[in-house]
């Protein structure tokens, strides 16, 4: 299957920092990269559809301003968390797919593990 | 929009048993169902998934079953093994490229 790296794998930060997440599709183009959002023990929640070259698709109740996405090229796209407080330590976790008929498996990054003091 | 409800969120069985894990969906319009395996702190990992022109899918002690009427879909875990405790995830997509809407998952334990 398709290779999908992020970094950092984990990052510690003082609450009121930005952070950002680097979500790379090493053996394909991806037009469309996915962010998700997971609390412990609870299910992936769907951030934000990445299109490269144009801007994000943000799901309700997530604040645009606050999750910065950015997917400038086909291989990469990336998650600022700004201004970052604790409740917004969780697990991020990006995906992405070739996105034809046919091939709508999605392979999913390692994670990144957020901490904010 | 799609939402997708999984069942048991709990589940515990004896090596050798077999596991079912049940999940429905509420667009019609969905097409594509995969499921995933999570170990702690790791990424999600397919293990299997089906399109709607099929209604059942193997894949040696896996397998998947469809009911486009009922919008459900189930997945059969056969002869488990204590490597199998993880938690499954079912999900649900209505078009190629899109993002998938998940389960609130399933805590599988097997016990030897």
């Known amino acids: 299957g398709a290779v999908v790296s992020q970094h950092p794998s984990r990052v510690i930060c003082k609450s009121g920092t930005s952070v950002k997440i680097e979500c790379r599709s090493l053996?394909?183009?991806?037009?469309?990269m996915f962010w998700y959002r997971q609390f412990p023990k609870k299910s992936l929640m769907l951030m934000a559809t990445?299109?490269?070259?144009?801007?994000?698709?943000?799901e309700q109740g997530v604040e645009k301003d606050k999750f910065l996405i950015n997917h400038a090229s086909l291989t990469l796209s990336t998650l600022t968390v700004t201004s970052a407080h604790p409740e917004d330590s969780s697990f991020y976790i990006c995906?992405?797919?070739?996105?034809?008929?046919?091939?709508?498996?999605?392979?999913f990054g390692p994670g990144t593990r957020l901490t904010v003091l | 929009g799609e939402n997708v409800e999984q069942h048991p969120s709990t589940l515990s069985v004896q090596e050798g048993d077999s596991a079912v894990i049940k999940c429905t969906y509420s667009?019609?319009?969905?097409?594509?169902f995969p499921w995933y395996k999570q170990e702690l702190g790791k990424r999600p990992q397919l293990i299997i998934d089906?399109?709607?022109?099929?209604g059942e899918k193997k894949d040696q002690r896996i397998a998947v079953t469809l009911n486009k009427t009922a919008k459900h879909f189930s997945l059969h875990i056969t002869e488990t093994q204590p490597e199998d405790s993880a938690v499954y995830f079912c999900?649900?997509?209505?078009?190629?490229?899109?993002?998938?809407?998940f389960g609130k998952g399933t805590t599988l334990s097997v016990s030897s």
């Open positions: 995906s992405t797919s070739e996105g034809t008929p046919g091939t709508d498996t999605q392979y």
């Open positions: 053996d394909f183009q991806a037009t469309t």
């Open positions: 990445s299109n490269e070259g144009s801007k994000a698709t943000y």
């Open positions: 667009d019609s319009a969905s097409n594509y």
């Open positions: 089906i399109r709607s022109n099929v």
């Open positions: 999900a649900a997509s209505n078009q190629a490229g899109t993002a998938l809407i």
